[in-house]
């Protein structure tokens, strides 16, 4: 129950923040431009509201629904979710947005997104300012990578190190990585001290979205943290900080040896001989001892996994980390439309998700980091399905705005009206199907 409170609690916060910063892009753009918003609402409020203010000498209401699917500005003279038809049949006023010029209107129309990508650029410059970049460069974890099924069906084998995909190098494992995996004819790996190439399947992408286990994680030694006295492996001479590299004679990882130690516990209850490699001191060494009856050596290891590992770390001063917030936003934007192309197939739709969905991407713990890099991931999802040229999206009025311009001839109203109303049905299908697909894995 508390890591569901933790989820939502940051769930609502960012979505609220995204959510005021994209309906501010509207409203700052129209009072700009001199055309009155007659209520700036955070959240949905059909039928009543939670709250709501509105300034002497102000024309706009301000106001917190209840539904927290996103939220609005209502301006004048302008056909969106509020359906005013009323308001168009009534003599055109000089502060309404039709009477305004397409150019000032298209501003007005993509001052959310313009400010959703802002603040995501923003987002992503201050984390780096403040915590920095880390990572573990692929081409260098010692004993390479654990694949799941899938990519061992297609030739990866556990200990590789990823090099490339269709020569051009790996840096990180990351989402980026994947798509480029997914996308190549042939990645490149390091398999006992040689080059191989893996042939990757037209269909790769849809095989990776069916697996509920990540396409690989990283080995890393299994290191001793602690020994029980009087125990074979504290009478064999091992002791705490000890790595173990091999058992009988073949390499081996942190979770390979507690997943073949477990196998022979359960396989044969007798007293057995076994040959372990160790490092201690940077000096390499082998012994050879029995276990007991349970075939329990009686030493403990924990995941250490930052420990264990080469990570890079990069630091970035107050006008550096602009720059680089800039080109991390424009990977991101780069390889979310690069993967949007998957949402129209079979899997992809499977994969589409709702409210559960986006909660769970946020840490089980409160972790700033990630709530913030979360919230600026989020709000470069927003800008971009924004502005996809559906009705009832900011995208949908642009292209209408577009044509205007283009044609020298504005839609007609009842035209809009009827756009309005096929775009919204679209994204109420399309969120009820994401929901949907959150309660089925929920309960399957």
């Known amino acids: 129950m508390e890591t569901f409170l933790i989820r939502a609690l940051q769930l609502i916060m960012?979505?609220?923040?995204?959510?005021i910063i994209h309906e501010g892009g509207h409203f700052l753009f129209a009072r700009l431009f001199k055309t009155r918003v007659e209520k700036f609402c955070l959240f949905f409020d059909p039928w009543f509201t939670l709250f709501k203010f509105k300034p002497k000498k102000s024309?706009?209401?301000?106001?917190?629904?209840?539904?927290?699917?996103g939220g609005y500005v209502k301006i004048s003279g302008m056909i969106d979710e509020s359906m005013d038809t009323e308001q168009m049949k009534q003599p055109v006023q000089p502060w309404e947005f039709r009477a305004k010029p397409a150019w000032q209107r298209l501003f007005i129309m993509i001052g959310g997104v313009l400010f959703n990508f802002i603040l995501a650029m923003f987002i992503y410059s201050m984390i780096l300012y403040a915590w920095g970049d880390e990572y573990v460069p692929v081409q260098k974890a010692p004993l390479g990578m654990e694949f799941n099924s899938t990519a061992k069906a297609i030739g990866f084998k556990d200990g590789d190190i990823l090099l490339a995909a269709d020569d051009k190098p790996f840096e990180r494992y990351d989402g980026e990585m994947l798509s480029r995996i997914a996308d190549a004819r042939e990645v490149t790996v390091l398999r006992e001290g040689k080059r191989v190439s893996v042939y990757i399947p037209d269909n790769m992408m849809q095989r990776l979205m069916k697996?509920?286990?990540?396409?690989?994680s990283f080995r890393y030694p299994y290191v001793i943290d602690s020994i029980m006295p009087n125990r074979p492996a504290a009478l064999a001479g091992l002791q705490a900080g000890d790595s173990i590299i091999q058992l009988d004679g073949k390499s081996i990882a942190f979770f390979d040896f507690k997943k073949e130690m477990l196998t022979r516990q359960k396989a044969d209850s007798a007293?057995?001989?076994i040959s372990l490699t160790y490092v201690r001191h940077g000096i390499t060494d082998t012994i050879t001892f029995a276990t007991d009856s349970a075939f329990e050596m009686g030493a403990m290891a924990r995941n250490q996994t930052d420990k264990l590992l080469p990570i890079v770390k990069k630091q970035y001063g107050f006008f550096n980390a602009?720059?680089?917030g800039i080109s991390l936003g424009v990977k991101t934007l780069k390889g979310y439309i690069g993967n949007m192309k998957y949402l129209f197939s079979k899997e992809g739709a499977k994969q589409l998700g709702g409210f559960g969905t986006i909660g769970s991407i946020f840490p089980a713990t409160w972790d700033w980091h990630q709530f913030w890099y979360m919230t600026a991931f989020l709000s470069?999802?927003?800008?971009?399905?924004?502005?996809?040229?559906?009705?009832?999206l900011d995208g949908?009025?642009?292209l209408f705005l577009i044509y205007e311009m283009v044609t020298r001839r504005k839609p007609s109203d009842k035209f809009m009206e009827h756009a309005q109303m096929v775009g919204m049905f679209l994204l109420f299908a399309?969120?009820?199907w994401a929901n949907f697909n959150d309660i089925m894995r929920f309960l399957f």
């Open 430 to 432: 399309l969120l009820i």
């Open 271 to 273: 007293s057995h001989e």
């Open 59 to 69: 024309d706009t209401e301000y106001a917190v629904g209840w539904l927290p699917l």
């Open 14 to 19: 960012s979505l609220s923040l995204l959510v």
């Open 396 to 398: 949908g009025h642009v």
């Open 380 to 392: 470069i999802i927003l800008a971009f399905m924004n502005i996809l040229p559906i009705p009832a």
């Open 322 to 324: 602009f720059p680089a």
């Open 211 to 216: 697996d509920s286990v990540r396409f690989a």
